[in-house]
């Protein structure tokens, strides 16, 4: 490298004799520095990058209420005893019904419907079909389904839900508040029941005050259909209405046509849920914000909840965690060297005080890990998620109790809270004069109380991809000079086109990961059932005989191609670590987590690719666990096996065949959610990986 | 005639050239309220109670300009429709029936609070939206809302620089639409938007100094919002203690902020006012206490050389003597016009009576009448 720039040196001075030199600027100096002392800055820059992911936690700030409007806690709660004693009576009659009748029928949806147009609510029920969600490659980013209403519907299975709108008797009636309570309404638990008691408590304070300026809509979805599919399903109803009379309307004794009731624009909606037994002293509240994509609703609408759960209703808050991180050892360890480092940095300057206990790192790292993991994965934690569809701010509150669903007396104290922190926060949300916008949109939480903002984390995500296009550019300068060398013939030294042939090659085997990427939906369209084992091996031969065939028809490709032919693994490797830096820097702005994670794997892998054969044949240490490295690397970083070792970590090992499976299933919800990153492990992960593999056989 | 005119002409403008001794003669108030939204309740709350106080002290509605950006008793979000309340205790509702809003919500603008200001109004604007002041008057400016380093913020949307506040305060000056202004604003660093003032005669406080911020003073729990601020809830507590008769003066009002309590550092200026402020009394500027003039006869203003001579006595001597004289010259000036101002139209018929009066043989007038018409009506019917 050093001769290398001697090199430029010498021949900046040669053309410049005669005329003043100009010294290049400063800038292009750096750019020409760095390009010079890559593999260097490529090691910093990585390891850097790492760093700064660990480090995380230790730059998480408290979370502020950032809309003025919000003003959460201010008001008093107008709950009383009168509006417990309603939904402790709705808890009491639907759990009477259960004593007295078996399943089917509307019977439940009518109760619940008969108390909420008791309390002054319009009801309405509506009818929706539960089919899933079907991948078609069209629809990636095209916005919420228009789940077509088949016209051949039968009336075998089918859910209600039921839904109450409160008008606000002053307001404009321009917005509205969604509060969703999922219901069983075949097999309803207790716990379910109790979120309808809780709901039902709220709603009857609702029907009755004076400053509501938004009106306030009580869905009760269908959740034998699962959680989120009701919830799309009425939403997709409130948004575009269809004016085609479907059949479905007419099934059963329930007719619903022309009673679908609508309020205006969705300012934000809560989904509550009860659920299990708290395990410590107090109820707990968990708060689900992940929708699809990793999009999350803006920051304020969780702090609103947060600070009325903790400073008004004393519930225990807490956010998913990866639990097997917490006993991890070595997390542990890097969480107490951060803490002495911490120590000393504090007492040679009282004002440094960054460091944080290592138990707070390792909660902060868990839970960090798990925010990363459910963006990444791009599938809404909840039914909150189809409300993200609509660009609307939703979360999920699991409150888990801790008393049994049948206590009486603990009953009473329960839903008072629970209503009133719902109520404190539709309070909050019912003072906003516009939509959320105030608070982040983009960030990653540490606690309940904690968060990183977009500004912090993509530091991480700057550094380690700083070093592809540096490498790039070194290797391409290297590259050329070798060809410049074999080959005297002037005409073939057209410097600029020396990539072209690498490019062909690293384009045929992205158009290739776009093609395995949509194979998926015609192995659905294949009649018959199959399992999901069997689909992945159709998958996997058709993919592979096409990789073969790619290999085959056009030349230069392969990795087993003659020397002649081949391109020089330089220019070939230049270029691919410039694909993959363009493909991850795409992938950061639509979801970053994904990039994030992805950056984890692709950069060390497309770094260390290097060709194995002449690192066996030189037999130096130094080349041998070069290239060690590189097919470790490249082991991991094959979509499935990285798959198989996250399993691994989170405790669930599943070995041979049925990996396939559930690599398939896995995969399937993928699309099914259309998350991105379905499409970026197909279009970018996968031809860079193919791409390493080639330089790694290269025969040069 | 002319001659007479002129004379009194040029003892008016000679009795007024010297500013200073301009009689008080009426008392304004200008309150405006800057900000929109739900969560700002407290300055709406705070320009009403202003306006109940001012008007309790006896400034009459139609010399008041009451301008609010919005309207939170109608609010949706307001528990207690159609009523606002400056207090937790609900006990008073500042917007009852009597509260004329001249400029509200979006008609709060900077230009048309310069508008009001400068009396420079399209033609169609009514009086009732204008600040009809003249050289005798005393004006009361309050402001709330949402302020920083020398601007206010109107409406979320427009800023007033303290350099507009002090042209227009300059051009008021100047078109002698005030004797004395006060300028009260309770804003976060309010002290800086009086730093550009310059014409005399001008009251400034405000309620925090640079680089501070003023705070609400609490929050009514049932509302859901704050409902007033610190620095005109102090204010209040002040002037609820007061009659229209008290002589508190200007200073007690000013040493009654306690920094503690405000939580800021009330602002005075008064570099350009040259009173002494222990002996102006707050009614000065809050309320509207004109000193009453027995008159013996109805009609007969400014007629009266004692009364004048009493609101006078504050004067130097010299000055005294100087504006007796202008007085007698004054007084001479209004007899004479009294005596020449009769009614033309009046006078006419007054005549014309005399004259029917004076004559004998009312019929053969009458007759000779109609002869004439008749001869007139022939000629022009030949003629035609």
């Known amino acids: 490298m050093a001769s290398e720039k001697r090199d430029k040196e010498e021949e900046e001075v040669k053309t410049d004799d005669g005329s003043p030199k100009i010294k290049p600027r400063p800038i292009v100096q750096l750019g020409i520095f760095l390009v010079a002392h890559s593999p260097v800055f490529s090691v910093v820059f990585s390891a850097a990058g790492v760093l700064a992911l ?13 809309e003025n409007a919000l003003m959460p806690g201010s008001a008093r709660s107008m709950l009383s005893n009168r509006d417990v004693s309603d939904g402790s009576k709705l808890v009491k009659d639907i759990k009477n019904y259960w004593l007295n009748h078996e399943g089917q029928g509307v019977e439940v949806q009518k109760l619940i419907g008969k108390y909420m147009s008791d309390m002054g609510a319009e009801v309405y029920y509506q009818k929706f079909h539960p089919e899933g969600n079907q991948f078609h490659p069209l629809h ?23 839904a109450g709108i409160i008008r606000a008797p002053r307001g404009d009636g321009k917005e509205s508040i969604v509060l969703v309570t999922p219901y069983d309404f075949i097999n309803g638990g207790d716990y379910e029941a109790l979120s309808l008691g809780i709901t039902s408590t709220l709603f009857s304070l609702l029907a009755r005050v004076t400053w509501l300026s938004k009106d306030i809509i009580w869905l009760v979805t269908d959740s034998r259909y699962g959680d989120y599919r009701p919830v799309a399903a009425w939403l997709t109803e409130y948004h575009s209405p269809s004016f085609k009379v479907s059949d479905l309307l007419k099934c059963g004794e329930l007719n619903t046509a022309d009673t679908f009731r609508r309020a205006g624009t969705v300012a934000a909606a809560l989904v509550l849920k009860v659920d299990g037994r708290s395990e410590r002293f107090e109820d707990t509240l968990s708060i689900y914000a992940e929708a699809s994509n990793g999009q999350m609703p803006n920051l304020d609408l969780i702090n609103v909840v ?26 542990k360890i890097i969480g107490e060297i951060f803490e002495a480092v911490g120590k000393l940095a504090r007492t040679l300057n009282p004002d440094w005080n960054f460091g944080i206990p290592a138990a707070d790192y390792l909660e902060g790292s868990a839970t960090l890990a798990s925010s990363l993991y459910s963006q990444a994965l791009g599938i809404p934690t909840g039914p909150h998620g189809a409300f993200r569809d609509y660009q609307v701010d939703a979360i999920t509150l699991k409150i888990s109790p801790r008393f049994p669903p049948d206590s009486k007396t ?7 809270r629970g209503a009133r922190l719902l109520e404190g926060t539709i309070r909050s949300v019912n003072n906003l004069l516009e939509k959320f916008h105030q608070s982040f949109f983009l960030y990653l939480l540490t606690s309940p109380s904690k968060f990183i903002s977009v500004g912090v984390y993509m530091i991480a995500f700057a550094l380690l991809v700083a070093p592809l296009p540096m490498v790039a550019a070194s290797l391409y300068i290297e590259g050329c000079k070798a060809l410049t060398k074999s080959t005297d013939n002037p005409t073939e030294n057209l410097k600029s086109w020396k990539w072209l042939d690498a490019a062909k090659q690293v384009f045929a085997l992205h158009l290739l990961g776009f093609i395995v990427t949509l194979l998926p939906y015609f192995i659905c369209q294949v009649p018959g059932q199959h399992s999901p084992r069997n689909r992945s091996i159709m998958w996997g031969t058709t993919s592979s005989s096409l990789l073969l065939i790619t290999f085959a028809i056009i030349p230069g490709c392969s990795p087993f191609s003659s020397r002649h032919h081949g391109t020089n693994w330089a220019v070939l490797k230049s270029v691919t670590i410039s694909a993959a830096f363009i493909g991850l820097c795409l992938m950061s702005i639509i979801n970053f987590a994904t990039a994030e994670i992805g950056a984890l794997l692709l950069v060390p892998t497309c770094l260390m690719a290097q060709p194995i054969k002449p690192a066996l044949r030189s037999r130096r240490i130094k080349s041998l ?24 970590l989170f405790g669930e090992a599943v070995v041979g ?37 080639c330089i790694l056989f290269h025969p040069s | 005639m002319k001659v007479l005119t002129l004379v009194m002409l040029l003892c008016y403008s000679f009795a007024f050239s010297s500013g200073d001794t301009t009689i008080h003669t009426n008392n304004w108030a200008v309150l405006v309220c800057t900000s929109r939204f739900w969560f700002n309740y407290r300055h709406m709350a705070n320009t009403l109670s202003l306006y109940r106080t001012v008007k309790r002290l006896g400034i009459p509605d139609e010399r008041i300009i009451l301008m609010l950006a919005d309207d939170m008793a109608c609010n949706a979000r307001n528990e207690y429709p159609a009523q606002v309340f400056n207090n937790e205790n609900h006990k008073l509702n500042l917007y009852g029936d009597n509260v004329e809003v001249d400029y509200r919500g979006y008609e709060v603008t900077v230009e048309n609070f ?10 169609a604007v009514p009086r009732s939206k204008r600040l009809l002041s003249d050289e005798g008057s005393h004006i009361l400016l309050y402001m709330t809302g949402h302020g920083g380093d020398e601007f206010l913020k109107f409406q979320d949307a427009e800023e007033l620089q303290s350099h507009d506040l002090a042209d227009a305060v300059k051009q008021m000056k100047e078109k002698r639409r005030f004797k004395e202004l006060m300028i009260m604003v309770d804003t976060c660093q309010a002290a800086t938007l009086f730093n550009q003032l310059q ?30 601020d610190r620095f005109t809830y102090y204010t209040l507590a002040f002037f609820e203690r007061l009659n229209i008769y008290d002589n508190a003066s200007l200073n007690s009002l000013f040493r009654s902020y306690d920094p503690k309590l405000l939580m800021s550092t009330a602002y005075y200026r008064t570099d350009l006012y040259q009173p002494h402020l222990a002996e102006v009394p707050v009614t000065n500027f809050f309320g509207s206490v004109m000193e009453t003039l027995h008159t013996d006869s109805v009609y007969k203003a400014f007629s009266s050389k004692t009364s004048n001579n009493k609101i006078n006595s504050e004067m130097p001597l010299n000055q005294l003597s100087e504006h007796d004289e202008l007085q007698k010259a004054n007084i001479q000036n209004d007899e004479l016009k009294t005596e020449k101002q009769k009614c033309p139209y009046t006078q006419m018929r007054v005549d014309l009576h005399k004259k029917l009066e004076k004559l004998e043989n009312v019929d053969t007038v009458v007759n000779l009448g109609i002869a004439v018409m008749l001869l007139v009506v022939m000629v022009s019917s030949s003629l035609l």
């Open chain 1, 306 to 331: 947060n600070y009325l759960a903790v400073h008004r209703q004393g519930f225990y808050v807490k956010v998913e965690k990866v639990v097997s991180l917490l006993s991890s050892s070595w997390l």
């Open chain 2, 199 to 228: 014409s005399p005669d001008v009251l400034a406080i405000g309620s925090s100094l640079k680089g501070e911020n003023s705070y609400s003073h609490h929050l009514d729990s049932d509302v859901g919002v704050s409902v007033v």
């Open chain 1, 657 to 693: 065949l049925s990996l396939g499976g559930e690599f398939w299933t896995w995969l399937e919800s993928l699309w099914a959610w259309k998350s991105a990153t379905y499409l970026y492990i197909g279009m970018v992960h996968l031809p860079c990986w193919l791409l390493c593999l």
């Open chain 1, 625 to 648: 666990l070069g290239a060690f490295c590189s097919m470790v690397l490249l082991t991991i970083g094959f979509p499935v096996m990285f798959f198989a070792i996250s399993k691994g």
């Open chain 1, 54 to 66: 660990l480090i995380l936690p230790l730059l998480a700030k408290n979370t502020y209420i950032s």
């Open chain 2, 114 to 123: 310069l508008r009001v200001l400068t009396g420079r109004h399209e033609n």
């Open chain 1, 410 to 416: 603990r009953q009473h104290d329960f839903f008072l």
């Open chain 1, 140 to 162: 990636f980013f095209s916005g919420p389904d228009s789940y077509t209403l088949l016209d051949n519907v039968s009336c075998a299975s089918y859910g209600v839900n039921v």
